[in-house]
Structures are given as C-alpha cells and as structure tokens.
C-alpha cells in the first residue's frame, strides 16, 4: 500500500503586532530609500541590488524547498538566475531567457544528485529568474526609471493597504485555507491604493501614460500583487514553513516582502511593452 502524503500543521498565522511596528517602519525606513536610490542611478547599482536579492532569495529558496542539501540547491538556483540577469542586463533577451531554461535543467540536475526534488529546484529558477528577467528590462525601457519606481509604489501600496485596510475592518476571509488573515476588506482596498498610485504617477510630465491606462496598470499590478502574496503562502504551505526566512526584522524573509513584486513586474512589463507599442498615449 502507498504510503500516505506527509500532512503539516502550521501555526495559525498572526494578525497586526502593534509592538512589532517600530521594528517593521524602521527596517522599511532603511530599505525604501536604498531601493529607490538604486532604481534612479540604474546601471551597475541597480544590477547589484538585483544580484544581492537573487543570492538572498536563492538561499531561502533552498532552505524551504531542499532542507536536506540546502547550500548546493540555493547555490545551483542563485548561479542559473544570475547567468539570466547579466544576459539581460547586456541587453541580451533573447539569450536570457534561454539561459535561464539551461539553468533551471542544470539546478534540477543538482537537486537529483544531492537526492532532493528536481521540480522544485527547477521552479525556484524560473520563479526568481522571471521576474528578475522582466526587472532588468523595465528599467532599461524608455522611462524605465519612472515605470520602476511606479511598479514598487504600486506594489508596496497595494500591500500596506491590504494589510491595513483588512486589519482594521475586518470582514469574510478571502481564501482562508492558505491565508487565514487575509480578508475581501483588505483586498479592495488594496486595489483601490494601488489605482489610486497608478493614476497619480501618470499625472507627473515625463509620463506617456493617460490616467485611464494607469488607473488599469494599477489595477492588474495590484491584483498581480495580491496573486504573488497568496502564491507564496501556498508555497510556504508546501514546505511546511512559516515564513521563508528572518532577514528583515519584523518582516520575515527577503521572499516574503517580494512575494507580490515576483509577480507585479511581469505584469507590469507587460503593459509597458504594450504601450511602447501605442497603448495608453
């Protein structure tokens, strides 16, 4: 007879922690700005900054996915993805994204010898390496460092909008089996801060954006964002963890604060692609 699936129980997750709130503002205090600086001088500090995420996300990656050989799986994911990232920061697409396919097969190849799941060493790849693909491109856009910094104020509004909105007026839970915090209240408002920031970068001058079309690039990165934050909780689900990490005080891992943006920028590269091309003017 086969043997059952291996259920984890994970503790019920928290709500707000008003005394954890001074660790929180002054970890975010520290990491806007530096995030923000390097979006703005592009180049070699904005590929840096990306590199460091792709290392720390790696590492968490492995220690979730791979608790039996964590350091050869995160080492295997964190060297495919940045093989990508440099591809595309040489204005590469192309050879990017297939590098990043060889780098999935090859970190899955690793995962198989150190006997851990090649699927999930595989995934990691493409999961980091998509966003971070998509990340490098939109900054070297036209306006990239203007769409960039819209994309994180989008993303972040979206989340702390959530979270507050939801904790504040409660209400019917929006998928309680995977995130048990997370309400229909908080998703709104979510949606409307992220529409609201949207509309209020296209009406700065250097934007070719009208508002309607901003109004829609906020909605479908917030709904992006809100789709990362869930995935990711079913993620942590299947590892059987509670949060991929403790980088951040008071926030968890590095994966658990750019859950969303994975899963924002691709959508919003995507709209900036579509307006290159005449949309939105």
């Not at 964590?70 to 990017?96: N, Q």
């Amino acid at each position: 007879m086969a043997a059952r699936p291996r259920t984890v129980s994970l503790p019920q997750a928290r709500r707000f922690d008003w005394s954890n709130l001074g660790i929180r503002v002054a970890s975010a205090t520290l990491l806007i700005p530096s995030v923000l600086a390097a979006v703005m001088f592009g180049g070699w500090a904005f590929l840096t900054l990306i590199a460091v995420a792709v290392a720390l996300l790696a590492i968490e990656w492995g220690a979730m996915s791979a608790p039996k050989a964590p350091v050869r799986v995160s080492a295997a994911v964190c060297a495919a993805v940045l093989v990508g990232v440099f591809l595309a920061h040489r204005d590469h697409m192309w050879l990017a994204w297939g590098g990043m396919i060889i780098g999935g097969m090859a970190a899955a190849l690793v995962a198989r010898g150190v006997a851990e799941r090649p699927a999930d060493a595989a995934y990691g790849v493409v999961y980091i390496a998509v966003a971070c693909i998509c990340l490098v491109w939109l900054r070297s856009m036209p306006q990239g460092r203007y769409w960039t910094i819209m994309l994180f104020l989008i993303t972040w509004s979206a989340d702390i909008a959530a979270y507050a909105v939801g904790n504040l007026l409660k209400g019917p839970k929006l998928w309680p089996r995977f995130s048990p915090n997370k309400t229909w209240s908080g998703f709104i408002g979510g949606l409307v801060a992220s529409m609201g920031v949207g509309t209020l970068m296209a009406s700065l001058p250097m934007f070719t954006l009208n508002l309607a079309a901003a109004a829609a690039v906020g909605l479908v990165g917030g709904l992006a964002t809100m789709a990362g934050d869930l995935w990711e909780s079913m993620l942590k689900r299947r590892f059987g963890v509670k949060d991929s990490g403790d980088l951040i005080p008071g926030h968890g891992g590095l994966l658990d604060r750019v859950d969303g943006l994975l899963f924002a920028v691709v959508v919003i590269a995507g709209a900036r692609l579509v307006n290159h091309l005449g949309w939105g003017h």
